[in-house]
């Protein structure tokens, strides 16, 4: 049933009258409805059982408030509008890594930089070659897409390549302090900090009287724990792992903005 984004309304509406049991979404929009769902106490009036889930990378504790919100099972989707769509690949059941379909399509890891392939296991840029498309076949199609091949068999018994989940992209990265990082090395970050959650925004901007950049990490956290003691054990551990000490501030849940198409995080003000 393609509803296409938005009308969150409508999409809970119909959940309810087709008793739909599986859905297609970004991890932001998945997201939103599990955190209305749980809200409007509809958990057992809608029939989900699974979710397919793709078009932006999603953090482990995005992926668990997903998980425990609707309470189903959830697989990660890949894709790329210039391939075949979101047809690429897909985690199975037994792992969550993504099998991709090799006799429909070549993927390399290369190295960003120079666009040298990198060995088999060495996180890279994903570069695609189709093999059965004809009206706009590619030949090493770059996607920015950051991941890497794993080399060993997948415990389900395909024989099906896989790719691991999607790090993040080549062009996302921001650099402040002369120091380059990824959203990707922020989310781990907040992997570590109990009661912080998968949501969080960065917005960058350049003090004129000391000529010097200034980051400001928002992120929401759980009423269960002190925000003085987050907010400062957020700050500490970005010092000691990227070597930036932003400026922290800590929200609770449902502070900042929800997404139905894909959340921006990052906000560099230094560019208006």
């Not at 990824?182 to 959650?197: K, M, N, R, Y």
């Amino acid at each position: 049933v393609p509803m296409g984004p938005g009308n969150t309304e409508k999409q809970l509406q119909m959940m309810q009258d087709l008793q739909s049991t599986v859905i297609c979404a970004t991890s932001s929009y998945a997201l939103l409805l599990s955190e209305e769902i749980t809200k409007r106490g509809l958990k057992d009036k809608v029939a989900l059982k699974k979710g397919v889930i793709g078009s932006e990378r999603w953090s482990d504790k995005m992926r668990k408030s997903i998980q425990d919100g609707l309470g189903i099972e959830l697989y990660d989707i890949y894709g790329l509008t210039e391939i075949y769509g979101p047809g690429i690949g897909i985690n199975c059941q037994k792992e969550k890594y993504i099998h991709y379909w090799d006799d429909y399509l070549f993927i390399e890891i290369i190295d960003p930089e120079t666009g040298k392939p990198v060995e088999d296991g060495e996180e890279g840029e994903i570069v695609i070659t189709t093999l059965v498309k004809e009206g706009a076949p590619l030949l090493r199609f770059r996607t920015h897409d950051l991941s890497r091949i794993i080399p060993e068999k997948c415990s389900c018994g395909s024989c099906y390549p896989r790719l691991d989940i999607i790090k993040g992209r080549s062009d996302d990265m921001f650099k402040v302090h002369g120091v380059n990082m990824f959203p990707a090395q922020v989310e781990e970050i907040l992997q570590q900090i109990d009661g912080a959650t998968s949501e969080y925004s960065i917005a960058i901007g350049h003090d004129e009287d000391n000529n010097k950049d200034v980051m400001v990490l928002t992120v929401e956290v759980e009423g269960r724990v002190s925000f003085e003691e987050t907010g400062k054990a957020i700050g500490s551990l970005f010092k000691s792992k990227i070597g930036v000490n932003p400026k922290v501030a800590v929200v609770p849940v449902g502070t900042l903005p929800r997404s139905e198409k894909k959340t921006k995080r990052v906000f560099d003000h230094r560019e208006d």
